[in-house]
Structure formats: C-alpha cells, structure tokens
Nanobody, 118 residues
Framework: QVQLVESGGGLVQAGGSLRLSCAASGSIVSINVMGWYRQAPGKQRELVAAISSGGSTNYADSVKGRFTISRDNAKNTVYLQMNSLKPEDTGVYYC????????????WGQGTQVTVSS
C-alpha cells in the first residue's frame, strides 16, 4: 500500500557530494517524521538525520555542518544533501517515514549504497 523509493546513492571521492531522494507513494493520508538512517558493514543502523512535518530537523553529531535534510510535503519526498563526504560515511542509507493510512506506521525504503573512497 505504501512504498518508499530511494535514489541518488553511488561512489564518490572523499570531499565530494551526493544528494539522496526518497519518495513516498500509496494511499497516504499524512506523513509525520521522515528520516535517513545508515548502516555500515558490521555496524548497527544509526540515525543520520530526521525532519518533522513542520520542518524541525535533527542530525547525528557526526554529520552536523556537512549534511542537510529537507522535504517537499507536496511531493511526499525527503532529501539528504551530503557534502564534504568522508570514507566513514560509507554505508547503506535507508529512508524512514511515519505514515498515516488509518493509523501511523513506520515504513522503510529498500536502501541505497553510498561509498566514499579515500
């Protein structure tokens, strides 16, 4: 009923930039918080950034000043602009959203690989 489709991952050199997008589709009544998580090999999934429906943002300390999360509520889309990328930013990036169809449930995208070479 609901799909989150991510795009924008890839391979980039350290210091470079990437922009991730995640579009939600389906029988959506409203979307609450949208966020990006990442999982590096052998590590747990961690929150990178989140944004409320009103635009309030929250970032992991490791990405503050380098990453910017934004959303387009009309398009049900969340973005993650990643600048000054470091090798330690490498991982699979997952989109997450709290979406109301009848009740609010958490949905995840399929993940997109980001690889930063040194």
């Amino acid at each position: 009923q609901v799909q989150l489709v991510e795009s924008g991952g890839g391979l980039v050199q350290a210091g470079g930039s990437l922009r991730l997008s995640c579009a939600a589709s389906g029988s959506i009544v409203s979307i609450n918080v949208m966020g990006w998580y990442r999982q590096a090999p052998g590590k747990q999934r961690e929150l990178v950034a989140a944004i409320s429906s009103g635009g309030s943002t929250n970032y992991a300390d490791s990405v503050k000043g380098r990453f910017t999360i934004s959303r387009d509520n009309a398009k049900n889309t969340v973005y993650l602009q990643m600048n000054s990328l470091k090798p330690e930013d490498t991982g699979v990036y997952y989109c997450n959203a709290g979406i109301r169809i009848v009740t609010i449930q958490q949905y995840w995208g399929q993940g997109t690989q980001v690889t930063v070479s040194s």
